[in-house]
C-alpha cells in the first residue's frame, strides 16, 4: 500500500482482556514507532524499532505493554490485562531510516469498557 | 516540566493574517525538530522540519529555531480556514526518540 495501515481501526474489549494491534509500514520503510494518543493530547512515544530489534522501548507504560516486528516490516503491539486507562488511540509511524520523516497511520482507537 | 511545551490555545485569527505558534523544549540535546498539523479525529501530517537555528520557509509555512533559548516556531501566513487544526511540535534526541508537545488548537475565521 501507499501508506503506513493499522488495524483494526477501532477495537472495543472488557477490562482484562488481551488485544493485538497491528501496524503494517511504508514498503521499504525500517525504522517503526508505535505512539498513543489520548484526547487532547500529543502522541506520547512507546517504542521505536530499526529492523527487527526495540532500538528504545523506554515509553512502554509497563509490562503488560509488548511489541515485536519479527521480519522487520509489520509490527504488533500487544496489550495483556488491558485497563480502562488504556482507551486511547494507537498510532504507528514509520521512516525510510531512523530520524527522518515520520508518516503516521490512521489509527487504532481502543476503547476498554 | 514537560519536555516539549505548547501553549494549548485555541489561538484564534482572521483569515489572511499570520498565525505564530511557539514551542519550548527541555533537552539542549535535541537535534531535529517537526511541525505536525492534525486536523480533528485524523492522524499527524508533517508540514515540516528543521535541524538548524535560523528560519526555514515552505510555501505559507516558515519554521524558526533558537536552540539557544529552546525555542522553536512555526508562522503560517495568509492563513485558510483551512488551515484550522491542531499543530504538534516534536522534537527528536540523537536517539531518534520523538518527543511531541500537547499541541495548539489554532481557528482561522473566514
Known amino acids: 500500500g501507499a501508506g503506513v495501515s493499522q488495524t483494526p481501526s477501532n477495537k472495543v474489549t472488557e477490562k482484562g482482556k488481551y488485544v493485538e494491534l497491528r501496524c503494517d509500514p511504508i514498503s521499504g520503510h525500517t525504522a517503526l514507532y508505535w505512539y498513543r494518543q489520548s484526547l487532547g493530547q500529543g502522541p506520547e512515544f512507546l517504542i521505536y524499532f530499526q529492523g527487527t530489534g526495540a532500538a528504545d522501548d523506554s515509553g512502554l507504560p509497563n509490562d503488560r505493554f509488548f511489541a515485536v516486528r519479527p521480519e522487520g516490516s509489520v509490527s504488533t503491539l500487544k496489550i495483556q490485562r488491558t485497563e480502562r486507562g488504556d482507551s486511547a488511540v494507537y498510532l504507528c509511524?514509520?521512516?525510510?531510516?531512523?530520524?527522518?520523516?515520520?508518516?503516521f497511520g490512521p489509527g487504532t482507537r481502543l476503547l476498554v469498557l | 516540566q514537560k519536555e516539549v511545551e505548547q501553549n494549548s490555545g485555541p489561538l484564534s485569527v482572521p483569515e489572511g493574517a499570520i498565525a505564530s505558534l511557539n514551542c519550548t523544549y527541555s533537552d539542549r540535546g535535541s537535534q531535529s525538530f517537526f511541525w505536525y498539523r492534525q486536523y480533528s479525529g485524523k492522524s499527524p501530517e508533517l508540514i515540516m522540519f528543521i535541524y538548524s537555528n535560523g528560519d526555514k520557509e515552505d510555501g505559507r509555512f516558515t519554521a524558526q529555531l533558537n536552540k539557544a533559548s529552546q525555542y522553536v516556531s512555526l508562522l503560517i501566513r495568509d492563513s485558510q480556514p483551512s488551515d484550522s487544526a491542531t499543530y504538534l511540535c516534536?522534537?527528536?534526541?540523537?536517539?531518534?526518540?520523538?518527543?511531541f508537545g500537547a499541541g495548539t488548537r489554532l481557528f482561522v475565521k473566514a
Open positions: 509511524a514509520s521512516s525510510l531510516i531512523q530520524g527522518e520523516t515520520q508518516y
Open positions: 516534536a522534537v527528536s534526541t540523537g536517539g531518534f526518540k520523538t518527543i
